[in-house]
């Protein structure tokens, strides 16, 4: 099985400063539910890898969160598509944990899960340099998207020729990639 690692909040669904505490204000983007079936549908596991710290901030608990995931799965599975593995870090940047992103632990998680070596080949979509920082340090192939943090994102690589994600590709939005994805690799 091929796989593709998704951020989430500005990858799949609208981002918010002040979070996203709760399914009725997970909102997907316009597109962004039908890409997924259509990788799902052309054998690609579909993998979403997030930053939750408005866990550890108390804006929302586990439950919540898991509701969330119920409600983005169960749209996934109506386009006939499928989520492979959802993985998330719950604690705020002060704790220093291995698993918030730009910290590779999400990565290692499903490199262990998927009994692979590292991410060679693997697409890692995201908004923002910690998304893509973390599939790179696993060999990832870092893919940027315009949506939600991402044309900030955009500005900041163009400001940085000298970075390892400088030659980043970089889509409008989840459907171009998934139209890349299934048309190229």
Not at 55 to 61: D, H
Not at 136 to 159: D, F, N, S, W, Y
Not at 160 to 180: C, I, K
Request: net charge negative; with cysteine.
């Amino acid at each position: 099985m091929k796989l593709v690692i998704l951020d989430r909040d500005g990858v799949i669904n609208e981002d918010s400063d002040d979070y996203i505490k709760s399914a009725d204000e997970w909102i997907p983007l316009p597109g962004s539910i039908a890409a997924i079936a259509r990788l799902t549908q052309a054998g690609y596991g579909v993998v979403i890898a997030t930053n939750q710290s408005g866990i550890g901030r108390g804006y929302f608990q586990p439950q919540d969160l898991q509701a969330m995931h119920r409600k983005l799965v169960e749209l996934v599975e109506k386009q006939g598509g499928s989520i492979a593995g959802i993985y998330f870090c719950p604690h705020r940047p002060e704790d220093c944990c291995d698993c918030r992103k730009p910290a590779p632990g999400l990565m290692d998680a499903i490199i262990a899960d998927f009994n692979l070596n590292d991410l060679d080949g693997i697409a890692v979509v995201g908004d923002s340099l910690r998304d893509l920082e973390a599939g790179l340090a696993r060999k990832g192939t870092p893919i940027l998207v315009r949506t939600g943090k991402g044309m900030a994102t955009e500005a900041q690589l163009r400001h940085q020729p000298s970075s390892p994600l400088a030659s980043t590709l970089v889509f409008d939005n989840l459907s171009a990639v998934a139209n890349y994805l299934t048309e190229h690799l």
